[in-house]
């Protein structure tokens, strides 16, 4: 049997939690191969029928009428106005968990007190809660048969059926985005850089801005394009909170079902493809970002 | 005494790291903290450094009590375990961030860059970053930025444990050379007999968190004053090794 030369130390794909590590070549046998090309051939269906072709359908849908009804249907000024609140929602919550991210994976992967592993569990909530049920918490915390209602009311703050809602609903749902990325990361560091830096005199933003972040940007930059691709898409908590007012309280979401609904299936489609096209740039970034990390 | 640790208790979740330690280090002294793996070496010089506080005690340096004072207002160096070097930081900005941390002046900063660099022969290895450079060069890296700041007191946690057996005879007496040389108080810590026997003058045994004996090596040598220490030390290795000092 011929051997085989090829390295697969070098096929590590993605980093950290995500990674797919190295896999060891088999022995070169005829069952292995069958094995390896049916994997291969149920996988590339899978993604076939399950990814490919609907978002085919989206694009030919689409463009189904022509580029006129097309550009009419993403030019609306509701559609406009969506995209607006869908890229504030996810800025707001790209910064406020990126903050919180690093805050707390600092706190837990330097710090060793009572109840570590309780927070880490806590934080985690959001990936394993319905999104509607986050939706109807702060509705049920904020409405005005709320618990703050009465208060919030007093003061003449709209959380809930508003933007401010929307945004909070955004910032829950991706919440453990940033943290997960950089928690394994600042883990597997451990604490030693930290502390020789102490000892010299260091304070903590000079230790942070010198020892702790070159470590963690790349993780970093992933998380984060990892929370603004899921607050994009939030669909379940704004659409509780939200109360569907086109052109104030709508993301792009919101503001496809509402067109389907309404039977304007080509301008439904026309602004899913504004979500796909923000989806692939998303992807193409998030690659760049791995690719620059090795 | 340089160096005094007076009736210190340390628990970490109900495990007794430190029972009552009571020892001093003479100033211009190396010691060695010679003992078993867990007991409790490792934190007796974590507490002198300041990264650990004792439950009650008193640690002084130079006659002065230091319990509230943070570590790096102690005067200490730190050699960490596996060296802890900044990883995204060359050589040269290892050994100098503690100056820079100081508000030291460039050219003040450069001249102690270049100076230690010449003293632990790595004068053409400045611009390299750790992960470049070999076990032995990494331990001379981190004990020369632990003397960057003039520390007066020089602490090493296992410096040689993350080293290559084959080498770490060669660097125990380049290491001995550099603190006489340097005549700074020196304490490390060991697991391993042969290391405290060759290069400390003074070894302090401890086992389950006590002070079981201090001496010269010659005197835990010749002399044990308990049972552990009888059934910890090899005797006939230690003689020989004392004889070879």
Known sequence: MKEKKRNYDQDVVGDGINSIQKVLEPADRDSNNIVKYALISICVLFLFVMLVVPLAVVIVNALKDGWTVYRRAVLDEYTIKALQLTLLATAAAVVVNTIFGIFAS??????????????????????????????????????????????????????????????????????????????????????????????????????????????????????????????MGEFGAVSVISGHLR???????????????????????????????????????????????? | MYVEMKQIN????????????????????????????????????????????????????????????????????????????????????????????????????????????????????????????????????AFARALAPNPQLLLLDEPFAAIDAKVRRELRVWLKGMIEMVGITSIFVTHDQEEAMEVADTVIITNQGNVEQIGTPEEICMHPQTEFVADFIDITRCEAIIAAR
């Open chain 1, 106 to 231: 600092f706190l837990l992967s330097k710090f060793y007190f009572k109840g570590r592993q309780l927070l880490a569990t806590l934080i985690d909530i959001p990936f394993s809660i319905s999104p509607v049920i986050a939706g109807l918490v702060f509705i049920l915390t904020f409405g005005n048969i709320g618990w703050m209602g009465n208060f919030l009311r007093n003061y003449g703050i709209k959380i809930v059926f508003a933007v401010p809602g929307i945004i909070l609903a955004t910032i829950f749902v991706t919440f453990p985005f940033v943290f997960r990325e950089l928690f394994p990361v600042m883990n597997a560091q451990g604490k030693d850089e930290e502390e020789a830096a102490a000892l010299m005199g260091a304070g903590g933003f000079t230790i942070f801005r010198r020892i702790t972040f070159p470590h963690i940007k790349w993780a970093l930059l992933y998380g984060i394009i990892l929370c603004a691709a899921r607050a």
């Open chain 1, 247 to 294: 052109g104030k309280t709508n993301t792009l979401p919101l503001h496809v079902e509402i067109l389907y609904n309404e039977f304007n299936t080509t301008e439904a489609f026309a602004v899913s493809s504004i979500l796909v096209i923000l989806a692939v740039l998303i992807l193409i970034a998030k690659n760049f970002v791995e690719w620059k990390k090795k």
């Open chain 2, 10 to 141: 340390k628990t970490f979740d109900g495990f007794r790291a430190s029972n009552n330690v009571s020892f001093g280090v003479e100033k211009g002294c190396l010691a060695a903290l010679l003992g078993p793996s867990g007991s409790g070496k490792t934190t007796i010089l974590r507490m002198i450094a300041g990264l650990d506080k004792p439950d009650s005690g008193d640690v002084i340096i130079n006659k002065q009590k230091v319990n509230g004072i943070p570590g790096n207002k102690r005067g200490v160096g730190f050699v960490f375990q596996n060296y802890a070097l900044f990883r995204y930081m060359t050589v040269a900005d290892n050994i100098a961030f503690g100056l820079e941390v100081q508000k030291k002046s460039k050219a003040e900063i450069r001249n102690r860059v270049d100076e230690l660099l010449r003293l632990i022969s790595m004068e053409e290895l400045g611009s390299r970053y750790p992960h470049q450079l070999s076990g032995g060069q990494r331990q001379r890296v």
